[in-house]
Protein backbone atom coordinates (compact mmCIF):
# COMPACT_ATOMS: atom_id res chain seq x y z
CA UNK A 1 0.00 0.00 0.00
CA UNK A 2 1.51 3.38 -1.30
CA UNK A 3 0.66 6.16 1.21
CA UNK A 4 0.19 9.31 -0.55
CA UNK A 5 2.99 12.07 0.45
CA UNK A 6 1.84 15.56 0.49
CA UNK A 7 2.99 16.99 -2.84
CA UNK A 8 0.41 14.72 -4.14
CA UNK A 9 -2.56 15.59 -2.06
CA UNK A 10 -1.33 19.50 -2.91
CA UNK A 11 -1.41 18.54 -6.61
CA UNK A 12 -5.02 16.30 -6.62
CA UNK A 13 -6.62 19.10 -4.35
CA UNK A 14 -6.11 21.98 -7.11
CA UNK A 15 -7.02 19.64 -10.07
CA UNK A 16 -10.14 19.18 -8.65
CA UNK A 17 -10.69 23.08 -7.93
CA UNK A 18 -9.75 23.15 -11.97
CA UNK A 19 -12.25 20.34 -12.62
CA UNK A 20 -15.01 22.20 -10.33
CA UNK A 21 -14.22 25.43 -11.85
CA UNK A 22 -14.43 23.78 -14.81
CA UNK A 23 -17.83 21.58 -14.73
CA UNK A 24 -19.20 25.12 -13.12
CA UNK A 25 -19.05 27.11 -16.90
CA UNK A 26 -19.94 24.08 -18.72
CA UNK A 27 -22.88 23.10 -16.08
CA UNK A 28 -24.25 26.69 -15.89
CA UNK A 29 -23.99 27.34 -19.41
CA UNK A 30 -25.68 24.12 -20.44
CA UNK A 31 -28.25 25.20 -18.07
CA UNK A 32 -29.19 28.29 -19.72
CA UNK A 33 -29.45 26.81 -22.57
CA UNK A 34 -26.24 27.34 -24.55
CA UNK A 35 -23.32 26.31 -26.15
CA UNK A 36 -20.37 26.08 -24.62
CA UNK A 37 -17.85 29.36 -25.94
CA UNK A 38 -19.92 29.29 -29.09
CA UNK A 39 -22.98 31.50 -27.39
CA UNK A 40 -19.98 33.38 -25.40
CA UNK A 41 -18.30 34.52 -28.30
CA UNK A 42 -21.18 35.15 -29.69
CA UNK A 43 -23.10 37.64 -27.13
CA UNK A 44 -19.88 39.55 -26.72
CA UNK A 45 -19.35 40.27 -30.21
CA UNK A 46 -23.23 41.06 -30.19
CA UNK A 47 -22.63 43.00 -26.69
CA UNK A 48 -19.43 44.59 -28.36
CA UNK A 49 -21.06 46.28 -30.98
CA UNK A 50 -23.73 47.62 -28.82
CA UNK A 51 -21.02 49.38 -26.79
CA UNK A 52 -19.71 51.38 -29.23
CA UNK A 53 -15.96 51.35 -28.08
CA UNK A 54 -12.86 51.85 -30.28
CA UNK A 55 -9.26 52.49 -29.57
CA UNK A 56 -7.77 51.73 -26.01
CA UNK A 57 -10.91 50.87 -24.19
CA UNK A 58 -12.29 48.27 -27.44
CA UNK A 59 -8.92 46.89 -27.04
CA UNK A 60 -9.07 46.31 -23.09
CA UNK A 61 -12.21 45.13 -23.04
CA UNK A 62 -11.59 42.95 -25.92
CA UNK A 63 -8.29 41.65 -24.41
CA UNK A 64 -9.96 40.69 -20.91
CA UNK A 65 -12.69 38.45 -23.03
CA UNK A 66 -9.61 36.82 -24.39
CA UNK A 67 -7.79 36.04 -21.21
CA UNK A 68 -11.18 34.52 -19.85
CA UNK A 69 -12.00 32.68 -22.49
CA UNK A 70 -7.87 31.24 -22.46
CA UNK A 71 -8.32 30.91 -18.99
CA UNK A 72 -11.26 28.32 -18.96
CA UNK A 73 -9.58 26.63 -21.74
CA UNK A 74 -6.24 26.32 -19.65
CA UNK A 75 -8.17 24.70 -16.87
CA UNK A 76 -8.49 21.40 -18.79
CA UNK A 77 -4.45 21.09 -19.73
CA UNK A 78 -3.50 22.35 -15.54
CA UNK A 79 -6.51 19.82 -14.19
CA UNK A 80 -4.82 17.25 -15.94
CA UNK A 81 -1.36 18.25 -15.03
CA UNK A 82 -2.24 18.15 -11.59
CA UNK A 83 -4.46 15.56 -11.14
CA UNK A 84 -1.62 13.39 -13.71
CA UNK A 85 1.09 14.49 -11.13
CA UNK A 86 3.08 15.94 -14.05
CA UNK A 87 5.85 18.47 -13.50
CA UNK A 88 3.98 21.55 -13.87
CA UNK A 89 5.69 24.24 -16.00
CA UNK A 90 5.73 27.41 -13.67
CA UNK A 91 5.56 29.41 -16.33
CA UNK A 92 2.14 27.88 -17.33
CA UNK A 93 0.93 28.20 -13.61
CA UNK A 94 2.04 32.16 -13.79
CA UNK A 95 0.56 32.99 -17.13
CA UNK A 96 -2.98 31.00 -15.40
CA UNK A 97 -2.36 33.34 -12.53
CA UNK A 98 -2.44 36.30 -14.14
CA UNK A 99 -5.64 35.23 -16.26
CA UNK A 100 -7.64 34.15 -13.15
CA UNK A 101 -6.30 37.99 -11.79
CA UNK A 102 -7.32 39.51 -14.85
CA UNK A 103 -10.69 37.92 -14.99
CA UNK A 104 -11.11 37.34 -10.92
CA UNK A 105 -11.86 33.80 -10.75
CA UNK A 106 -11.03 32.26 -7.68
CA UNK A 107 -8.22 29.19 -7.75
CA UNK A 108 -10.70 27.78 -4.83
CA UNK A 109 -13.54 27.19 -6.87
CA UNK A 110 -15.35 26.51 -4.00
CA UNK A 111 -15.34 29.98 -2.97
CA UNK A 112 -17.60 31.17 -5.49
CA UNK A 113 -20.01 28.65 -4.93
CA UNK A 114 -19.82 29.09 -1.09
CA UNK A 115 -20.65 32.90 -1.22
CA UNK A 116 -23.37 32.19 -3.62
CA UNK A 117 -25.18 29.90 -1.52
CA UNK A 118 -24.65 31.69 1.84
CA UNK A 119 -26.24 35.03 -0.15
CA UNK A 120 -23.18 37.15 0.97
CA UNK A 121 -22.64 40.10 -1.27
CA UNK A 122 -19.92 41.67 0.18
CA UNK A 123 -17.00 42.56 -2.31
CA UNK A 124 -14.68 43.23 0.11
CA UNK A 125 -15.31 39.57 1.64
CA UNK A 126 -15.01 38.29 -2.12
CA UNK A 127 -11.88 40.22 -2.80
CA UNK A 128 -10.25 39.58 0.41
CA UNK A 129 -10.99 35.66 -0.20
CA UNK A 130 -9.93 36.08 -3.93
CA UNK A 131 -6.43 37.13 -2.53
CA UNK A 132 -6.37 34.26 -0.18
CA UNK A 133 -7.07 31.56 -2.73
CA UNK A 134 -4.57 32.90 -5.33
CA UNK A 135 -1.96 33.01 -2.68
CA UNK A 136 -2.61 29.87 -1.43
CA UNK A 137 -2.44 28.02 -4.67
CA UNK A 138 0.72 30.21 -5.47
CA UNK A 139 2.02 29.02 -2.44
CA UNK A 140 1.52 25.23 -2.21
CA UNK A 141 2.41 24.64 -5.27
CA UNK A 142 5.67 26.65 -5.36
CA UNK A 143 6.42 24.70 -1.97
CA UNK A 144 5.22 21.40 -3.49
CA UNK A 145 7.70 21.97 -6.29
CA UNK A 146 10.66 22.64 -3.88
CA UNK A 147 9.57 20.34 -1.10
CA UNK A 148 7.93 17.31 -2.67
CA UNK A 149 10.09 15.06 -3.91
CA UNK A 150 12.53 13.61 -2.03
CA UNK A 151 15.69 13.92 -2.94
CA UNK A 152 17.84 11.13 -4.00
CA UNK A 153 20.36 11.67 -1.21
CA UNK A 154 17.66 11.78 1.38
CA UNK A 155 16.55 8.52 0.34
CA UNK A 156 20.11 7.15 0.96
CA UNK A 157 20.82 8.04 3.71
CA UNK A 158 17.58 6.49 5.59
Known amino acids: MKIMNLR ?3 FIFWGVMDVLALLGYLFYSLQSGNVPFYFDIRAFYSNYAHLDVSGGTGGLIQL ?3 INTALVFSLLFSAWSFLAKKNINMVFLVAQEIARVCSLKC ?3 LIPMMLHLTGLRSALVAIVLFVLSEALK ?3 VVWAKRNGTPRADAVLTR
Request: hydrophobic share 60%.
Open 8 to 10: NKI
Open 64 to 66: IFF
Open 107 to 109: SVA
Open 138 to 140: IGS
